[in-house]
């Protein structure tokens, strides 16, 4: 069941709190004693408050406490000018993600919806964002399917090569251990390899809706930290890591989808695309620059954006182009077919970057845009081919001539995120690289 839309609903909450009682008793049985509800700030930090397994029907019922000035904190904790201490607002967990943690004994985590005192959607609520940017998507008789590929270097980097198999078997049994625990809760992995960096690691999951799709990403990240510590071991997610080197990306792969048929694939476009889907990648590749202070956030989202180190920083789409931000891929059959954005990273709010993808390629499909042409090779080498805007504050200029953006953010969010990113650029202006990854290396 969902807290979705009914959030707000006497019914619906007392529904909820009917599972909610259900679902303690189950927890309490497995020898669960406490339930973390996270989601993810406009920084892109995950936070937390947490509840004994027994207070969880009334959290269900109620929700827990949360200020609402977490709406404008900065990845340091300090607060965007502008936002005081005054009011509250209720977390919400969605009982249908609640799940155990298979590396935290003992304790179970459940996404939140943030809803007012009076059981209204916060409108700064970044999942209900998703949510709503999925249902326009639907209102339409569509449906995206993503995922978001998660990499991590880990402090004491196993000697040895990019993709090495001597990384593997150095953490072969800290890389087994991730997976268990995924697997143990219900994430399906496709894929985990050593990358390219010293200590680096990438782990995929398979596909889903929207919402889901941001929430496996959450839980993928802290299942990985939470395995990282019983071995030792610190995660990092920031874009860099080591001033100079490959960073960590946060590619987003999405497919659209019309009554079960992928509309990436099997279409009468370029590389089988149907009509649909490419109106619908080229809203994504129009809106990018804005889409960037989404999904790279951090000042040093853009030391890892710079070419030669596959993290997309083109404003062009290819083939299996991995300089390309839009990187086409069709798989070995039409049902695969896919497109990669590789330009975010892992600083990201995963719920803002699924849901300004999907506005902007509402907007695509609305407009009924038709993709440029493709660049096939190195963009560095192709003349006319556009970076995208290099630095916190020229992707923040984009953002602001937004209109796709701004409209389906709404105001309240777009102005949250635009303090963040503003108060963000301002502290780390005039900072050498090695300082900006000095500060942002372990925070996320
Ligand atoms: N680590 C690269 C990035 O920052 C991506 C490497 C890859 O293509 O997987 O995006
Ligand atoms: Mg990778």
Known sequence: ???????????????????????????????????????????????????????????????????????????????????????????????????????????????????????????????????????????????????????????????GAAYGMDRLIAHSDYLRDVLRALAEQRLAVLQIHPEYAPGQFEVSVAPAGPVEAADATVLVRQTVRAVSVRHGLRASFAPMVTAGAVGNGGHLHLSLWREGRNLAGGGQGRYGLTPQAEAFLAGVLAELPGLLVLGAPSPASHLRLVPGRWSGPYQCWGLENREAALRLITGSASEQANAEIKCFDGAANPYLVIGGVLAAGLAGLDGGLRLPPEVPGDPAAAPGTERLPHGLAAAVSAYQASTVLRAALGPELYAAILAVRRAEAEKFAGRDEEAVVEATRWRY
């Open 1 to 159: 069941m969902a807290a979705m839309g009914s959030a707000g609903s006497t019914t619906g909450r007392a529904e909820q709190a009917e599972q909610a009682e259900q679902a303690a008793a189950e927890l309490a049985g497995r020898g669960i004693d406490a339930v973390a509800l996270g989601w993810v700030d406009n920084a892109g930090i995950t936070r937390v408050k947490a509840v004994p397994v027994a207070q969880l029907p009334h959290a269900a019922r109620h929700g827990v406490g949360a200020a609402p000035c977490f709406d404008t904190f900065l990845s340091d904790d300090a607060m965007a000018p502008g936002t005081g201490p005054v009011g509250d607002l209720r977390l919400v967990p969605d009982l249908s993600a609640l799940v155990p943690l298979a590396a935290q004994p003992g304790w179970a985590w459940a996404p939140v919806d943030r809803v007012t005192q009076d059981g209204d959607p916060h409108p700064g609520c970044q999942r209900t964002f998703t949510r709503r940017a999925a249902d326009a998507l639907a209102a339409r008789g569509l449906r995206m399917r993503a995922g978001i590929e998660v990499e991590w270097v880990v402090d004491s980097p196993p000697d």
